[in-house]
């Protein structure tokens, strides 16, 4: 990356793709952000979970929830081709007129592939704890 804000613009890209991902509601789509050998500790969910066919059946029951995510605070460290985006950020979950808020505090590593794309090595998302 040629300077923070250049990272910081990828880090928002590659988060608002990973949001998108979910409003389509297909859980193939958003594992596919995920590398073969991702490690994912989902915020709503207490196990560990690695590659994109565990992602993917996590988010098969997630999306039910239909989530949508928003970045209240956050940190960008560059890690060669991957980077490090942390902070925290609140998710609507629920049906329409029964939405409610969930605080949590995310990390995300990100690294690029020899084909490149951008895809997800490390994901962690846990409740805010108050």
Known sequence: MKNEND????????????????????PKRVALLYSDDASFLPTLNGELKTGQEEAEGYFE????????????????????DSYIHSGLYDFEVGKDG????VKARFTYV????????????HHHSSVKPD
């Open 7 to 26: 990272l910081l613009e990828v880090a928002h890209s590659n988060f608002k793709m990973w949001n998108e991902a979910l409003q389509t509601k297909n």
């Open 98 to 101: 029964e939405r409610q808020t």
């Open 61 to 80: 029951h997630f999306l039910l929830k239909n989530p949508f995510g928003r970045i209240l605070k956050e940190r960008v460290q560059p890690l060669g």
């Open 110 to 121: 990100w690294q690029k592939e020899k084909d490149g794309n951008w895809r997800i090595i």
